[in-house]
């Protein structure tokens, strides 16, 4: 199935389970490899990022066992370094994190440069900065990057010029069985570098302060199995209340943590949608009209650059005009040509997109660029009048567990075609 058929102007309403955190799962799952013991994680979600890496991890020599649909057993104590696959491993901006884990584990380590979404350039520059300060040599031949440490890694501390989720989770594998202490400043303060930091502590490391911009690691000699349960995936949640929002509607997501929603919930009661929180849930209301407002992407607790394209969804037809300014990813308004086709009123300039609201969007062939340029076109689908077909879903199915399935059961008419 190579589409999407939606047809749109349809209410969402009913109940949604949200999945596991695709983004703290890549860390983990590389991070077992250092626990080189058996290791079970709850919530794992069934999507194609998550099965290339589990893949990728039993081709290095694992030994992978569903226990059920979200839970994984991993055994990895046959893994061989510098045996993963580069045709698999290049696909995937996670793979960056089996540098980490390779240098914690074996000293050294061996990884194809990774690729990932193309949101705009992915350097790598201040994982390889970092591993330096713990001791390792580093080479990067545009092909491969080869991190070596004969006498094994030394706790250093690593001041990050620039807030990066990926240097910061790569750093925390690293340095958990680094001699000594490490301080990493700076450091990305997201929910998921919080429950890597669950996860190996859960493994005998020993962190403190993840979720602050100022991490210690004390090194551990080694680490051993465990068994952890992921958190819910932020930016599934805040794809689906966007969308509700969008189409109109009424919809209760289970399975989230409010407090990692507060931006995407202050940004949509300020715009006029109802939000209602509970402990585990949350309840979104509207009636498809809302305010036009701004939104500057930033490093949590900021808004979500992953939550960018969904809201310029709502700006092309909130009422008045809006802008979003990205300060993150450069390239993450490929969107906005797509949005066009179905007669939003977008101007891109420089890092910022500006919106004059049209009453509503019209059904059209579109295109999805990357994973979250895919959710905004479904959006939009969903909020438009008229049939959708969008192309590049495999964008789609690499970060959102059974859309078509969750959507189907909250009203929506949408469903997977072969064109
Ligand atoms: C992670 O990417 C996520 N991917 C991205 O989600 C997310 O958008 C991003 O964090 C920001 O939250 C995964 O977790 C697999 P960064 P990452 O390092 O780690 C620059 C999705 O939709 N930078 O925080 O690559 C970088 O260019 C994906 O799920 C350097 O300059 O992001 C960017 O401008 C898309 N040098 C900024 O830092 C480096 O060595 C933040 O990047 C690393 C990053």
């Given at each position: 199935m190579n589409k999407l058929l939606i047809k749109g102007s349809r209410p969402l309403s009913g109940h949604v389970d949200i999945?596991?955190?695709?983004?703290?799962?890549?860390?983990?799952?590389?991070?077992?490899?250092?626990?080189?013991?058996?290791?079970?994680?709850?919530?794992?979600?069934?999507?194609?990022?998550?099965?290339?890496?589990?893949?990728?991890?039993?081709?290095?020599?694992?030994?992978?066992?569903?226990?059920?649909?979200?839970?994984?057993?991993?055994?990895t104590r046959a893994v061989k370094q510098g045996t993963a696959p580069n045709t698999l491993v290049s696909t995937l901006r996670g793979s960056t994190y089996l540098l980490g884990a390779e240098l914690a584990r074996y000293g050294c380590a061996r990884v194809g440069v990774p690729g990932g979404c193309h949101i705009g350039p992915r350097p790598i520059d201040l994982h390889?900065?970092?591993?330096?300060?713990?001791?390792?040599?580093?080479?990067?031949?545009?092909?491969?990057?080869?991190a070596s440490a004969p006498v094994g890694l030394s706790g250093n501390k690593i001041v990050f010029d620039k807030v990066s989720v990926g240097a910061t989770c790569n750093?925390?594998?690293?340095?958990?069985?680094?001699?000594?202490?490490?301080?990493?400043?700076?450091a990305a303060r997201e929910p998921h570098i919080v429950d890597l930091a669950g996860f190996l502590?859960?493994?005998?490391?020993?962190?403190?302060?993840?979720?602050?911009?100022?991490?210690?690691?004390?090194?551990?000699?080694?680490?051993?199995?465990?068994?952890?349960?992921?958190?819910?995936?932020?930016?599934?949640?805040?794809?689906?209340?966007?969308?509700?929002?969008?189409?109109?509607?009424?919809?209760?997501?289970?399975?989230?943590?409010?407090?990692?929603?507060?931006?995407?919930?202050?940004?949509?009661?300020?715009?006029?949608?109802?939000?209602?929180?509970?402990?585990?849930?949350?309840?979104?209301?509207?009636?498809?009209?809302?305010?036009?407002?701004?939104?500057?992407?930033?490093?949590?607790?900021?808004?979500?650059?992953?939550?960018?394209?969904?809201?310029?969804?709502?700006?092309?037809?909130?009422?008045?005009?809006?802008?979003?300014?990205?300060?993150?990813?450069?390239?993450?308004f490929a969107y906005a040509q797509e949005l066009k086709k179905m007669g939003a009123a977008i101007t891109v300039e420089n890092n910022c997109a500006f919106f004059v609201n049209v009453m509503k969007l019209r059904g059209a062939s579109v295109s999805a660029t990357d994973l979250r340029a895919g959710a905004a076109l479904v959006i939009a689908a969903l909020a438009a009048e008229g049939e959708t077909r969008i192309d590049g879903v495999e964008h789609i199915?690499?970060?959102y567990v059974d859309i078509v399935g969750k959507l189907k059961a909250l009203g929506a008419d949408i469903e997977w075609v072969e064109e």
């Open positions: 999945s596991g955190m695709k983004n703290a799962v890549l860390p983990i799952l590389y991070g077992t490899i250092i626990a080189n013991d058996v290791c079970v994680i709850e919530h794992v979600p069934p999507i194609g990022d998550i099965e290339a890496t589990l893949k990728i991890l039993q081709e290095m020599g694992a030994i992978v066992r569903y226990l059920d649909e979200t839970t994984v057993e991993i055994d390889i900065s970092g591993f330096r300060k713990l001791g390792a040599e580093v080479t990067d031949d545009g092909i491969f990057v080869s750093m925390l594998l690293a340095a958990c069985t680094a001699k000594g202490l490490t301080v990493i400043d700076n502590n859960t493994c005998g490391a020993q962190i403190t302060g993840a979720g602050t911009s100022t991490i210690k690691v004390r090194g551990v000699p080694a680490l051993h199995g465990c068994r952890y349960a992921v958190i819910p995936d932020m930016i599934e949640a805040g794809t689906y209340m966007a969308a509700t929002a969008a189409v109109g509607g009424q919809v209760t997501l289970h399975n989230v943590i409010p407090k990692h929603m507060e931006t995407v919930t202050a940004k949509l009661r300020e715009m006029g949608v109802t939000v209602v929180e509970e402990d585990e849930s949350i309840t979104v209301i509207s009636n498809g009209r809302f305010r036009s407002a701004r939104i500057e992407t930033q490093a949590y607790p900021g808004f979500p650059t992953d939550m960018h394209p969904q809201f310029a969804v709502l700006f092309a037809i909130a009422q008045g005009a809006s802008t979003i300014t990205e300060h993150i990813f450069p390239n993450r199915r690499r970060g």
